[in-house]
């Protein structure tokens, strides 16, 4: 067996079943070894941000790593943005970068970069494979260390793929890493505060924000009246009636800054303090300040889903959530031209049962979370790490990941542009993807921060880095072989997506604004 | 004066016209910046692998740098792989990324990355600055270490973009770093080589590329009848009739080596020693070997177009140069179905005096450059990093940098989907770039270097990972806004780039394989 096949049957035996690739020459070995060793699925992104933004949406769906097979550092960089983003959302993938022989990668070809300092920048664990023997067990640590929440990358050298690696079993991983449990006396103390009398949030961040944790976390609200609230750009939030309604910390930092004043004491679950996208001079950086008592139930990593259960169980909390839970509501289908408000309104009003919403929306989606309030239930995943390119990939591999569920991708224009080559991606796998594109010529978010900051939005630079017009949408979509329409009307767009959501396969819709 | 104005100001005074941008919220006083001060010209990219190709490409036609603007390390992410591209070209580029407030940085908000880190693997020069006074110096700095033929960053945080920067003139920087003279003693052994009948080469890179330096060249062949041979992928070489026709280094390392095993002795101007571009098992990584003489008359780096110079004079070398010149020739022009050699043959039939030809033809391109020895003279770009995504985004720079001129972007497809949105650019700064894409459909090198490793292409992975079908480049290049048309047929495609090259304005002619 050649070291390619020994990486690619020890992925496959932990349970990886992707492969998100856009490889180069020195990656040829691992692409025959994939078609030798049965078992792994290639989908090729024609860009590496497709690549790493779909293992991202596979991942938050799925828990596990899908692998990213990238060639060298030129590959590894187009990544890079679409992985800053998976790091900020803590999903699990197996990043494998191709390297030069060692015998070559001394003389500088034209390829070589410092493919370790670039990977440290997104990578929680990392190792370049040396010899053929380590291969089987690296790729093994690989994997378990993903599944702490991180990206693994392994660099490996095109000669270690291509030499036979020594027969062997697949060894285990050197260390399983379970996520310690809360301990008893923060369970007591964070019932204490709680059932304190004073005003409470409980502040729920990453896997609390699925269906168990959330369930939990009505329990104890149902018990003690404490507010919920979710971080700001969770990975992942399941949603809708019969879950409890949980806002999100506020954008702008004002909001935010009065949403929190109203509490005396804050609980922690999942998540960190809570702080400022941006920093603006004469605001904070954070949105809590020393009025408040802080306390963390469950810093990021720990198991939070059995923390929050625990300490219902600790409060007695009944079982009877009737009263905390999003009843269904239903919506007044809007007429005429198209406005953010409009959209969000007919998402929410038409998005089907159990539907994955990626939402890299910016401006126009500003208003859906709390507009969707009370909708059929539905998984929605957010730009965690502010990397623009986020969503077209992520829906990808969202789509790929639960193939019995529909994916929306609810999508600013400019945001869209930098991964536009997903679209393909979609039609060659024949995913059921339907595209929302917010079609408004501009960067509105920076229109926004111009004002904030008081500066002209009519200067020649500010105008230009901030107008993006004459983009036809419809083109480029069925440039990429994915149908699509354009549409400036609610009662045109109710029309299209509904229609859009009855077919297989992806479909976009340009909604102009 | 703010720190924004204080580092466009310097930059502005020590000759930098151009920003290629894709700014954020973090660079919005920097933008207002290019707004209070004259003279910066703003341009925008929709994705930041556009921007640092547009300065690479106007780096190259200039020699002086361009600003890239690029939001935080996610924006520097998406840039790094042309930049590297850049790097490998010896480029001159002035980048500036913005960061967080160091009072926000250590929160940890979301789009923080390690940006020293990322920017380490493709910059000569970097630099954060940390108070107002060192904004002025660090930017002539940065230019001035450019100069060098290399990246600069400066990462600037955000609140020393607004913050009052103390008035005062612009400084010197710190450092001047002219390139060094070829000492005589080198000079002298040079000559000593070239005449001593010894069948030689000389072998050019670099500046050695440009006309004075070809020219110095082919005086020195004129006198001592060795060979002239350009680097693999050069930066910038100029070409055509009255110019030595100088063939480059072979891609295929089997044709290289041969070509390599004709010289007893190899002098080297302006490149190294020459490497394989990928390294196989059972070849050589180097072209050379111990039975060759090799001799470095200059380094990269050095002044070599002065070296050549002094060599020739050394040399005694004539003016007399008509026999080693190329002489105009003519074409027949191909009809019928279109094929790699027929669309080398069309391009070199028709390209008019004094374009620049923008080169990421990859495999449809195998023959151009030996197709077009003797046509009318022209400057070549080529993929020096081997970093997909360099052709478009390329293009607008050399546009920029020389608007009097043609430029004719050869394109492949599969690199083209790397940095598409350039097409956009195009279009919005009205660049006179005639794009022809040659549309097969596949990565066919790696279809090649499948073969080369005795890799089934039909593999389900192989092939999947090679085939890109279903892309329409007329839809994708007038969704950006770029006229196109596609063609299939020589004569089909003699008429739309005749008419191409006559219209102002971008034109992307899809030919069709």
Chains 1, 2 share one sequence.
Request: negative net charge.
């Amino acid at each position: 067996m050649k070291g390619s096949e020994a990486l690619i049957d020890a992925a496959i035996k932990e349970g990886v079943e992707i492969c998100f690739a856009n490889p180069g020459t020195t990656e040829m070995p691992l692409v025959e070894a994939i078609d030798m060793v049965p078992g792994m699925r290639p989908v090729l992104g024609l860009f590496e941000g497709v690549c790493a933004g779909a293992a991202d949406g596979y991942g938050r769906m799925t828990g596990r790593p899908a692998m990213v097979l990238l060639h060298l550092g030129p590959g590894l960089a187009d990544a890079t943005a679409n992985l800053h983003n998976a790091r900020r959302a803590h999903t699990p993938i197996l990043v494998v970068a191709g390297e030069h022989s060692s015998w070559h990668r001394k003389y500088d070809p034209p390829l070589t970069m410092d493919i370790q300092a670039l990977t440290g920048t997104i990578s929680g664990w990392q190792k370049t494979v040396n010899f053929p023997g380590e291969i089987r067990g690296s790729t093994v640590d690989a994997i378990s260390a993903s599944l702490q929440g991180q990206i693994s990358t392994i660099i490996i050298p095109f000669d270690l793929q291509y030499d036979e690696a020594p027969e062997g079993k697949i060894p285990s991983p050197l260390y399983t890493c379970t996520a310690n449990p809360v301990e008893e006396s923060v369970i007591s103390e964070a019932a204490r505060i709680l059932s304190g009398g004073k005003k409470t949030l409980l502040l729920l961040g990453g896997k609390a924000l699925q269906k168990e944790g959330l369930m939990a976390a009505a329990r104890i609200k149902a018990k003690t009246g404490c507010d919920l609230m979710g971080e700001m750009f969770p990975a992942r939030i399941d949603r809708g009636a019969g879950l409890p309604d949980v806002q999100r910390v506020p954008y702008m930092p004002e909001m935010a800054l009065e949403a929190f004043s109203k509490y005396q004491s804050i609980v922690i679950a999942g998540t960190r303090i809570p702080v400022a996208f941006f920093g603006y001079k004469n605001l904070p950086p954070v949105f809590v300040n020393e009025t408040h008592e802080i306390f963390t139930l469950a810093e990021d990593g720990r198991d939070v889903t059995m923390a929050l259960g625990t300490l219902a169980d600790a409060l007695g909390a009944s079982t009877s959530l009737e009263e905390v839970l999003a009843q269904p509501r239903t919506f007044t289908l809007p007429v005429g031209k198209l406005t953010p408000d409009k959209i969000c309104t007919v998402l929410a009003a038409l998005q089907p049962e159990n539907a994955i919403l990626v939402d890299e929306s910016i401006t126009t989606g500003v208003m859906y979370h709390t507009v969707s309030s009370g909708v059929k239930p539905f998984t929605h995943l957010t730009l965690t790490g502010g990397a623009l390119g986020f969503g077209l990939p992520a829906a990808v591999g969202a789509a790929i990941a639960c193939p019995e569920r529909r994916v929306i991708s609810f999508q600013a224009d400019g945001a869209a542009l930098y991964t536009l080559q997903a679209l393909w991606t979609q039609a060659r796998e024949n995913l059921n993807i339907t595209t929302l594109v917010a079609s408004n010529g501009r960067y509105d978010i920076l229109r926004y921060e111009l004002m904030r900051l008081g500066i002209p939005a009519a200067g020649p630079a500010a105008s230009r880095f901030t107008e993006l017009p004459d983009i036809d949408w419809v083109r480029l979509s069925e440039g990429f072989g994915v149908p699509a329409v354009s549409v400036s009307t609610a009662e045109a767009l109710i029309k299209e997506f509904e229609w859009a959501l009855k077919e297989r396969g992806p479909r976009l819709i340009e909604m102009k604004l």
